[in-house]
Nanobody
Framework: QVQLVESGGGLVHSGGSLRLSCAAS????????MGWFRQAPGKEREFVAG????????DYADSVKGRFTISRDNAKNSVYLQMNSLKPDDTAVYYC?????????????????WGQGTQVTVSS
């Protein structure tokens, strides 16, 4: 199992950008599909983006398509989420998650490892 640590959250104005990073420990990172999820106060945790173990398959929630980009660097044991054109509705705690399979999934329960989360706040 990998251990995950997110970074890069913060406060940004509407229309701004942030880049989240997730650093993984363990030698099996390259065999893990990775995902980003978010949870706003009073709401369920929701899928944002996912990337396959090799990085050649990506998936996005409709609400972030065209604005967010997920990527990974297996040599650095890291996955990233570039967030552009941010909106106040993007405000949430963002979590990095991993599952020891090739393909990402959109359901949180399909992931085995989770980071502690990083806060993203978008002001209007």
């Amino acid at each position: 199992q990998v251990q995950l640590v997110e970074s890069g959250g913060g406060l940004v104005h509407s229309g701004g950008s942030l880049r989240l990073s997730c650093a993984a420990s363990g030698r099996t990172f390259s065999s893990y599909a990775m995902g980003w999820f978010r949870q706003a106060p009073g709401k369920e945790r929701e899928f944002v983006a996912g990337v396959s173990a090799s990085g050649n398959i990506v998936d996005y929630a409709d609400s972030v398509k065209g604005r967010f980009t997920i990527s990974r660097d297996n040599a650095k044991n890291s996955v990233y989420l570039q967030m552009n054109s941010l909106k106040p509705d993007d405000t949430a705690v963002y979590y990095c998650a991993g599952r020891p399979y090739l393909a990402p999934r959109t359901t949180a329960t399909m992931y085995h490892s989770w980071g502690q989360g990083t806060q993203v706040t978008v002001s209007s």
